[in-house]
């Protein structure tokens, strides 16, 4: 049950939005282009991050570069 308390985990890195253009999904509500967010945890292929709403959210990595 580790995504009970990710708010909460110690940040992993810090990484750069690049964009926020999605295909399927509306993120430019959730991501700014330019802000750098905190990582919390990482897979593969997504970044579980705080966004703009202040909760826990999990975006691929293409929306971001490393800082």
Same mark, same amino acid.
């Given at each position: 049950m580790i995504h009970?308390?990710w708010?909460?985990?110690?940040?992993?890195k810090?990484?750069?939005?690049?964009?926020?253009?999605?295909k399927?999904?509306i993120? &430019? +509500?959730?991501?700014?282009?330019?802000?750098? %967010?905190d990582?919390?945890?990482e897979?593969?292929e997504?970044?579980f991050?705080?966004?703009n709403? &202040? +909760?826990?959210?999990?975006?691929r990595k293409d %929306?971001?570069?490393e800082c």
């Amino acid at each position: 049950m580790i995504h009970k308390n990710w708010e909460n985990r110690e940040t992993i890195k810090q990484i750069k939005c690049v964009h926020a253009n999605a295909k399927k999904f509306i993120v &430019d +509500r959730k991501l700014t282009p330019g802000k750098v %967010y905190d990582v919390k945890n990482e897979t593969e292929e997504f970044y579980f991050i705080i966004d703009n709403s &202040d +909760r826990i959210a999990g975006f691929r990595k293409d %929306y971001f570069e490393e800082c």
